[in-house]
């Protein structure tokens, strides 16, 4: 049996403002931890943090260099780290989110030299207990799925907490039932609008926003 240490584990509609604290003393902390998105649930921590990166990836078992979505509270947290192409694309994006919509983007010199990549995916999701935290934060999350790389991912409070509370500093869960499709994944780094992914909005939804 895996053993289990004694973390947080805090359902954030019972303890809202509790768990935002928790979690960004986590995050500030460079450590990581489980919470609800408007997707399924994702292992966060600070992308500009070297050692939270590698603890993410250890969770994970991924190696280094893959990249991870990056959620944000708004379009304005968003220009401190992306050049868009156009004035279309930001209406693009201001029509398209909140929602569970993952953009990759081409990030500005200052957050390509940091975090040693040209693009990231970012979205500004659709979830109460997220948009309050990155407004928190006035930083990106990462968010990634909570398993190991080749497994699915793990959507029960109590199964992540069996098999990830020796991982992670803290789980933050919903008591909601709606964790069952990951994002959407665009491209937008050229001109054209590129699916990655289908996930849980119609790519034809998006292709009629973009015209």
Request: proline share 4%; aromatic share 10%.
């Amino acid at each position: 049996m895996i053993e289990t240490k004694d973390i947080d584990f805090i359902c954030v509609e019972d303890e809202f403002e509790n768990s935002i604290i928790k979690a960004k003393k986590i995050y500030l902390e460079g450590g990581v931890f489980v919470y609800p998105t408007d997707t399924i649930y994702g292992l966060g921590a600070n992308p500009f943090n070297e050692e939270a990166l590698e603890k993410v990836n250890s969770i994970k078992g991924r190696q280094e260099g893959k990249n991870y979505i990056l959620l944000i509270d708004s379009i304005d947290t968003l220009s401190k780290y992306v050049e868009l192409n156009s004035e279309k694309h930001l209406d693009f994006l201001q029509s398209i989110w909140p929602n569970p919509v993952s953009v990759v983007l081409n990030l500005n010199k200052r957050t390509s030299s940091v975090l040693q990549i040209d693009t990231a995916a970012f979205r500004i999701p659709n979830h109460r207990f997220c948009q309050k935290l990155a407004a928190e934060l006035h930083m990106p999350i990462i968010s990634t799925s909570v398993n190991k790389t080749g497994l699915p991912p793990v959507n029960h409070p109590e199964i992540i907490k069996q098999e990830f509370s020796s991982e992670v500093s803290g789980i933050f869960y919903s008591n909601k039932r709606y964790f069952d499709k990951v994002s959407t994944l665009i491209d937008l780094t050229g001109n054209d609008l590129v699916l990655l992914r289908e996930g849980k909005v119609k790519f034809d939804e998006l292709t009629e926003k973009y015209k």
